[in-house]
């Protein structure tokens, strides 16, 4: 079954421990990107990935950094967490064919205490 | 940089009637509109979307128009039924060219809720 898959799928922690959240895809897709969503704000995009190793930051990187060592995986890090970033997380990947239609992960819910 | 306002923000609706949500965008580069719903709990999925040369798209009771003067499209279910109500979210975006990203930028959202 073509999915997007985000682990884990909720998360309780304190500021400042480093966390991990991870994506994985298995459509083979060259684009991969990591959303939050607050109230009133929508989704908006942290970073982005066309490609094994390339990365660029989408509108909100403060705070996040991200890997792509191999096309499947794509996890976002949280250095050093704080309050602000609790948050829903989606990771999304889509085609190079069709780069703009995005597939959504089942998304992560993050609560910094 | 692109950016969307979707209203309204909550909309409720008796069953049997109709939902229209309005997106408005500011990048006349922009050419995707798509639309994503997003049931309770439950990750946003494509429901349907528009491309600027196209003036309107249906499938079955939704339907997407985009006036790409105005730069505004809109969403519209018909018969709604209570398996409607969630939130739904429009984005637009610019398709091709090779430095297309995929990026989405995204609307705040809509809540529909369909009453029985």
């Known amino acids: 079954e073509a999915q997007v898959t985000q682990n884990p799928r909720y998360l309780i922690t304190v500021t400042g421990k480093k966390l991990t959240v991870t994506c994985s895809q298995n459509?083979?897709?060259?684009?991969m990107s990591w959303y939050r969503q607050d109230p009133g704000l929508g989704l908006r995009q942290i970073y982005y990935?066309?490609?094994?190793?390339?990365?660029d930051k989408g509108d909100v990187p403060e705070g996040y950094k991200v890997s792509r060592k191999e096309k499947r995986n794509f996890p976002l890090i949280l250095e050093s967490p704080s309050p602000n970033q609790t948050s829903l997380y989606f990771c999304a990947s889509s085609s190079r064919e069709a780069r703009n239609t995005q597939y959504f992960g089942p998304g992560t819910r993050l609560t910094v205490l | 940089g692109e950016n969307v306002e979707q209203h309204p923000s909550t909309l409720s609706v008796q069953e049997g009637d109709s939902a229209v949500i309005k997106c408005t965008y500011s990048?006349?580069?922009?050419?995707?509109f798509p639309w994503y719903k997003q049931e309770l709990g439950k990750r946003p999925q494509l429901i349907i979307d528009?491309?600027?040369?196209?003036g309107e798209k249906k499938d079955q009771r939704i339907a997407v128009t985009l006036n790409k003067t105005a730069k505004h499209f809109s969403l519209h279910i018909t018969e709604t039924q209570p398996e409607d109500s969630a939130v739904y979210f429009c984005?637009?975006?610019?398709?091709?060219?090779?430095?297309?990203?995929?990026?989405?930028?995204f609307g705040q959202g809509t809540t529909l809720q369909v009453k029985p």
């Open positions: 528009i491309r600027s040369n196209v």
């Open positions: 984005a637009a975006s610019k398709v091709g060219g090779s430095s297309n990203t995929g990026k989405l930028i």
């Open positions: 990935s066309m490609n094994v190793e390339v990365t």
């Open positions: 459509m083979n897709h060259e684009y």
């Open positions: 990048d006349s580069a922009s050419n995707y």
